[in-house]
C-alpha cells in the first residue's frame, strides 16, 4: 500500500513447493536442498554485515547452521532463540552454542496446574541488520523446509522501519524471559502472544471485511474467531477455508458445526 511505499518497505514471498503427496525420504532430502526458503535464509545471513537476532521453535537444518557459524566467524554478532525444549545434546542450537555463539533457551509460561499446557516459545523469525525480517510459519526443519504447505516473508525496511521494531521488541522481550513484555511491543500492524493482541486483531480483520475471507490454519480452535467468521458470512462476505486434515475432529464441533 501507499505507507508501504512511503517508508520504502519492499515484500517478497516465499512458499514452500512440495511436488509430492506422500513424501518419501528421498523426496524430503530433494525438497530441502532444493528449498527457496532455505537459500534465501542462507543468503540474507551471508549478507549480513552486523547483526542476525534469530527466534525458532525448531532448527535442524545444516545449511543454515553452517551459514549462521560462518556469520559469527566474520565478526556478525550472532543471536539465538530457541524453545526451551531444544536445549539438549545433539540439537543444532546446542551445537551453536558450543561453537561460541550467543544461544538462549527460552521457557514458556507455566500451567496454572497440572493438567495445562505449557507455552512455547513458537516464534520464527530473523533479523539481519536491524532492516530486514523474515518471518512467516515455518521452523528451519526437514519437514518445515521441504514438504509441508509452510510461508516465509521477507520484509525490506529501512532501520527505523517500526514494523521491524516492533520484532526487535519481541525479540528483546523472548531474550530477557520476559514473556508478558511481548504485550508492550504490540503496534497497529501486528500484535504478539502471549496475550489477546493477535486474536483482537484477527477479530477487527474478519469484521472489516467486504468480499472474501480466506483462511489456511493448522489449527483454529477459538470458537470466538469461528463466530466471527459465520457471522461474516451470514453478511454476504465469502468464506473458505482450509484446514489440516489430521484434525478434523477439532474442526467439526461448537461454532464450527453453525459455520458449516
Not at 511436488?19 to 527457496?36: M, P, Y
Not at 504447505?149 to 528483546?172: K, M, R, S, Y
Not at 504490540?186 to 480483520?205: H, M, Q, Y
Request: with cysteine; net charge neutral; proline share 2%.
Amino acid at each position: 500500500g501507499k505507507a508501504d511505499e512511503a517508508a520504502g518497505r519492499t515484500f517478497e514471498v516465499l512458499l514452500n513447493e512440495p511436488h509430492c503427496d506422500v513424501c518419501t525420504t528421498a523426496d524430503k532430502d530433494f525438497l530441502g536442498a532444493n528449498s527457496r526458503i532455505q537459500s534465501r535464509m542462507v543468503s540474507l545471513i551471508d549478507s549480513a554485515q552486523a547483526s542476525v537476532d534469530v527466534a525458532q521453535f525448531t532448527f535442524s537444518r545444516k545449511p543454515i547452521e553452517q551459514a549462521l557459524k560462518d556469520a559469527h566467524s566474520r565478526g556478525v554478532r550472532v543471536r539465538v532463540t530457541m524453545d526451551k525444549g531444544q536445549d539438549k545434546s545433539g540439537s543444532v542450537a546446542t551445537r551453536l552454542k558450543d561453537a561460541g555463539l550467543d544461544v538462549v533457551f527460552v521457557q514458556g509460561n507455566q500451567p496454572a496446574n497440572e493438567n495445562g499446557h505449557a507455552g512455547l516459545q513458537h516464534a520464527k523469525y530473523m533479523i539481519v541488520d536491524g532492516n530486514i525480517l523474515a518471518t512467516g510459519s515455518n521452523n528451519w526443519s526437514s519437514t518445515g523446509i521441504s514438504f509441508n504447505e509452510e510461508n516465509t516473508i521477507v520484509v525490506n525496511g529501512g532501520q527505523d522501519d517500526p514494523l521491524i521494531a516492533a520484532f526487535q521488541c519481541h525479540w528483546n522481550a523472548m531474550r530477557e524471559s520476559n514473556l508478558q513484555g511481548a504485550t508492550a511491543c504490540n503496534t497497529g500492524a501486528v500484535r504478539f502472544s502471549p496475550g489477546a493482541g493477535p486474536r483482537k486483531l484477527i477479530r477487527d480483520e474478519i469484521r472489516a471485511a467486504e468480499r472474501s475471507i480466506d483462511v489456511l490454519m493448522h489449527h483454529l480452535t477459538f470458537g470466538s474467531l469461528v463466530k466471527e467468521l459465520r457471522k461474516a458470512a451470514e453478511r454476504g462476505v465469502r468464506v473458505r477455508l482450509i484446514v489440516n486434515a489430521a484434525d478434523r475432529a477439532e474442526h467439526m464441533k461448537g461454532e464450527f458445526k453453525a459455520l458449516i
